[in-house]
């Protein structure tokens, strides 16, 4: 069965950098992108962006670019999504989702992560 | 301010149907595909409907989508209170900062 098993919660302090692992399984993992998707508390979901794990094409959400950098290793089926910058805003549950389609107009996210709380606090 | 528009909340009794819209534009809605998650509390968002009107495998024919211009909706039938969740419609858009945009959510109550 389809699996994306995220790392556990991380603390950090602003201006940090935080990097969330995205251990997949029970699939073709070159066969489909993966997606990060983040959810402040109490709010609504928010698209950071998209990697293609066959050739590493990246899709950043605008808002993000420059701060966000994902990453892919075949040899481990893993997926990583590294934030720098850090600020309390950032403050939110982290998902990876593997996504269908390549080109954004295709996009939708057919399994999640369980999703890794990352806190922002001095 | 979300791009996509949805109602903060709807309700509705055990056993009947309620509907969930979801209001665009031409940039997201006009040539883009459609999708609904449901998030139930404390847990990953699940994916219900692709592609405007088409359900995973999995998922019981009482959720169905439908896409219009520059709305879509989502209805559910004969609700559960297990269908108590929060409901989020996506799609591409296709403007300058070219994103896949949420609406801001939609909580179900079943009464």
């Known amino acids: 069965q389809v699996q994306l098993v995220q790392s556990g919660a991380e603390v950090k302090k602003p201006g940090a950098s935080v990097k969330v692992s995205c251990k997949a399984s029970g699939y073709t993992f070159t066969g489909y992108g993966i997606s990060w998707v983040r959810q402040a508390p109490g709010q609504g979901l928010e698209w950071m962006g998209w990697?293609?794990?066959?050739?590493?094409?990246?899709n950043y959400a605008q808002k993000l670019q420059g701060r966000v950098t994902m990453t892919t290793d075949t040899s481990t089926t893993t997926a990583y999504m590294e934030l720098r910058s850090l600020r309390s805003d950032d403050t939110a549950v982290y998902y990876c989702?593997?996504?269908?389609?390549?080109?954004?107009?295709?996009?939708?996210?057919?399994?999640w992560g369980q999703g890794t709380l990352v806190t922002v606090s001095s | 301010q979300s791009v996509l528009t949805q109602p903060p909340s709807v309700s509705a009794a055990p056993g009947q149907k309620v509907t969930i819209s979801c209001s665009g534009s031409?940039?997201?809605?006009?040539?883009?595909?459609v999708s609904w998650y449901q998030q139930l509390p404390g847990t990953a968002p699940k994916l219900l409907i692709y592609?405007?009107?088409k359900r995973p495998s999995g998922i019981p024919d009482r959720f169905s989508g439908s896409k219009s211009g520059t709305s879509a909706t989502l209805g559910i039938t004969g609700l559960q209170t297990g269908d108590e969740a929060d409901y989020y419609c996506g799609a591409w858009d296709s403007s300058l900062s070219a994103n896949w945009v949420f609406g801001g959510g939609t909580k179900l109550t079943v009464l």
């Open positions: 592609e405007n009107n």
């Open positions: 989702a593997r996504t269908r389609g390549y080109s954004g107009y295709e996009y939708y996210f057919d399994y």
């Open positions: 031409s940039s997201n809605f006009g040539n883009n595909y």
């Open positions: 990697i293609s794990t066959y050739n590493d094409n990246t």
